[in-house]
């Protein structure tokens, strides 16, 4: 399958699941959401594996939610590091955890953690969508094999990205009162699907 043919088909499938949430949204049902005080409360963590030439994993499914905070850890090993075949596509964000807002499309209104390997090192970003305008910032590079702390916290104009104790703020345009829409899981790319399986363990809570 050809690059183009790749991107049209995750397109498509991206559209297809972001329709199908909203139209349940839209029909009233009722949002699913884990409930947690910290990200200890969450269990074991979930292994998250992109095989080579995809982007997303396994568990990626229609799941809404409502929520006026994430707390998740994080853990990457070696598979984080890779090179994209084009060196402009380098920087591209790549997608770890997040929600779509203001019961709309993920690219109208949504806040998520990224990552990218870049600069040899493995840098984190907040990543959000605002009326349909995207905007990132780099909160950090975390070291690969060892658990990290994320979280991103719903106010009224702002969301609040934190990253290990350090926080910074994004802009925040939506109208709920707390996030609603669904849930968005890691995904590889930017332009380029994943050169080989890349692995990454999640543990989370929601609230």
């Not at 498509?12 to 009233?28: N, P, Y």
């Not at 994993?57 to 006026?68: D, F, H, N, W």
Request: hydrophobic letters at 40%; aromatic letters at 12%; proline letters at 4%.
């Amino acid at each position: 399958m050809t690059p183009h043919r790749s991107r049209s088909r995750v397109r498509r499938r991206m559209a297809w699941f972001a329709a199908l949430a909203l139209g349940w949204l839209a029909a009233g049902h009722a949002p699913r959401v884990v409930t947690a005080a910290s990200p200890a409360a969450a269990g074991p963590a979930t292994l998250y594996t992109i095989r080579a030439g995809g982007h997303f994993g396994a568990q990626t499914r229609q799941q809404l939610v409502e929520v006026s905070a994430l707390h998740f850890t994080v853990r990457f090993d070696e598979s984080a590091k890779y090179r994209t075949q084009a060196p402009e596509n380098q920087a591209d964000i790549n997608k770890l955890l997040g929600f779509s807002d203001n019961a709309a499309h993920h690219h109208r209104f949504s806040a998520r953690f990224g990552w990218c390997w870049n600069n040899d090192r493995l840098e984190v970003h907040a990543y959000v969508y605002n009326d349909g305008v995207r905007s990132s910032k780099l909160l950090g590079a975390v070291e690969l094999g060892t658990e990290h702390s994320c979280s991103t916290h719903v106010k009224a104009d702002t969301y609040v990205f934190t990253l290990d104790g350090e926080s910074a703020t994004m802009p925040r345009t939506s109208r709920t009162p707390r996030a609603r829409g669904y849930k968005l899981f890691p995904y590889f790319g930017g332009q380029e699907a994943a050169p080989h399986a890349v692995r990454i363990w999640i543990r989370e809570a929601w609230q």
